[in-house]
């Protein structure tokens, strides 16, 4: 089996992921919202890329049980139900709902990979259950990281190298390639100092100062949940 990780979608070449099983990781924070969100009880997910076009489909869906989420520059949209923060969406929030989602990576990276075998949501909360729902399936893999404006981000690629350890720990064999390589020394280097990376990486830094930074122990957790979204027509459900 071959992994291969991506420090940004901008990496990936055209119909490469057609074949694959893609893990998209934006850590701080879109991917650990998302897996939070389906793990309490949100029915899905609609990703979409630009403000504008989660407008259009909250009104093409309509306004019953759908609520319109998502940041840019790490703060709630004007006139949005709910930001980025992770702790905002609890049981009684978002069961039952739906989420138009846009966020300034990680949705994006999400759009990007429709039409790969098999799309999945990675973050450090569900990354044993991550490695194993990609073995579960005979797919060659692609580990996507969103990045920060097209540039690496230190902690997708930390959440990266955390699936690869997990993916190693049960298939050996597994061959990498030198991003993958890269990103499992990283995870093994802040192994015991998750939430230190985080304080320090560019976008935990820029989330402190406008005040999130309670988010960041809770990006940090590892294997909390089972939950693995999946990407499916255009939607990320719970499997
Ligand atoms: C993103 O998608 O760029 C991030 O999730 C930004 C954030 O922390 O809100």
């Given at each position: 089996m071959n992994v291969d990780l991506y420090?940004?979608?901008?990496e990936v070449s055209d119909?490469?992921?057609?074949?694959r099983t893609v893990v998209v990781i934006d850590a701080l924070r879109a991917s650990t919202t998302l897996v939070t969100a389906l793990a309490n009880g949100c029915r899905e997910i609609v990703p979409v890329d630009t403000v504008e076009r989660a407008m259009a489909t909250r009104k093409r869906i309509g306004p019953q049980g759908v609520l319109l989420c998502g940041e840019r520059g790490g703060l709630k949209i004007q006139?949005?139900?709910?930001?980025?923060?992770?702790?905002?969406?609890l049981p009684e929030v978002v069961a039952g709902k739906t989420l138009v989602f846009t966020s300034t990576n990680g949705s994006r990276a999400m759009v990007f990979v429709r039409g790969c075998h098999l799309g999945l949501i990675g973050a450090f909360i569900n990354a044993g259950a991550t490695a194993r729902r990609i073995l579960s399936d005979s797919a060659e893999v692609a580990i996507v990281c969103s990045g920060r404006e097209n540039l690496l981000s230190i902690e997708d690629m930390t959440c990266g190298g955390l699936i690869v350890s997990r993916l190693l720990e049960l298939r050996p064999e597994a061959v990498l390639n030198d991003a993958a390589r890269t990103a499992h020394i990283l995870y093994e280097h802040y192994a015991h100092d998750l939430l230190g990376l985080l304080k320090t990486s560019d976008h935990g830094r820029h989330l402190v100062e406008i005040g999130?930074?309670?988010d960041l122990p809770f990006c940090a957790l590892?294997?909390?949940?089972h939950v693995v979204p999946v990407i499916r027509d255009s939607k990320v459900v719970k499997e």
């Open positions: 420090t940004n979608p901008q119909g490469s992921l057609a074949s006139g949005f139900d709910l930001g980025n923060s992770p702790r905002e969406y999130f930074g309670d590892i294997d909390t949940t």
